[in-house]
């Protein structure tokens, strides 16, 4: 079946640090990718997109390439900041009428 | 826009009592999901509704039940709570098709 692998954290980075967690899948036929982010106390929230292969999903200094050769959808950041500290989680959908979520990684950014 | 809206925040139940769950989505969006994280299991899903009809539903007992009205507005229902049933709920709207979610800030359920 579908479903979403992602690293496991938690995450520790220094202000600045250049940040990669990586996502894998598993789908049949040509999914869409998407990577959320949670705050302490709240739900998630849409970070990136991406609905075909080679697509490349960006906000807020965050991206993440669609690649279908290698099943992967890895989230990057050139320079973290303290704010960047949240829960990632990284998701597919095969129909858009449901998503797979990963575990969630965890990232604390330090000053 | 107003976002999704949750309500409760927060709700303190007692084993075998039943709890209702309520969730505005955003307007114009037909589509609501639910789904159940919690610490060990993470996002699980448990139904999606789209124009008052379930189109898909998760691997969850019959306990757990949902329903969607013309408004869009959804509830979900779970009756003869178990301390298992202990987790964040968190309804999600969308326009559909794969236009991604936009998640309420949930209901804190605890089960003592």
């Known amino acids: 079946g579908d479903s979403v692998t992602q690293m496991e954290g938690p995450v520790t980075l220094s202000e600045e640090a250049f940040l990669t967690i990586n996502c894998t899948y598993t789908?049949?036929?040509?999914?869409?990718l998407f990577w959320y982010v949670q705050y302490p106390g709240e739900g998630l929230q849409l970070l990136l997109k991406?609905?075909?292969?080679?697509d490349k999903g960006s906000n807020k200094g965050f991206e993440a390439t669609y690649r279908k050769e290698t099943t992967s959808f890895h989230l990057e950041k050139g320079s973290v900041q303290v704010s960047d500290s949240a829960v990632y989680f990284c998701?597919?959908?095969?129909?858009?009428?449901?998503?797979?979520f990963g575990t969630g990684t965890s990232l604390t950014v330090i000053p | 826009k107003a976002g999704v809206t949750q309500t409760p925040r927060y709700l303190i139940k007692t084993r075998g009592q039943q709890v209702t769950l309520s969730c505005s989505p955003i307007s114009g969006h037909r589509s609501v999901s639910w789904y159940q994280q919690t610490p060990g299991q993470g996002l699980q899903f448990l139904f999606e509704?789209?124009?008052?009809?379930?189109?898909n539903k998760g691997n969850f007992p019959g306990r757990f039940s949902g329903r969607q009205f013309s408004n869009s507005r959804s509830e979900m229902n779970v009756s003869t709570l178990e301390l298992g049933d202990s987790a964040l709920y968190l309804c999600?709207?969308?326009?559909?098709?794969?236009?991604?979610?936009?998640f309420g800030s949930g209901t804190r359920l605890t089960v003592v």
């Open positions: 509704y789209f124009s008052e009809t379930q189109r």
């Open positions: 789908a049949t036929g040509y999914p869409s």
């Open positions: 991406a609905t075909k292969a080679d």
């Open positions: 998701a597919l959908t095969p129909t858009g009428n449901q998503f797979y």
């Open positions: 999600a709207s969308s326009l559909g098709q794969l236009d991604g979610y936009t």
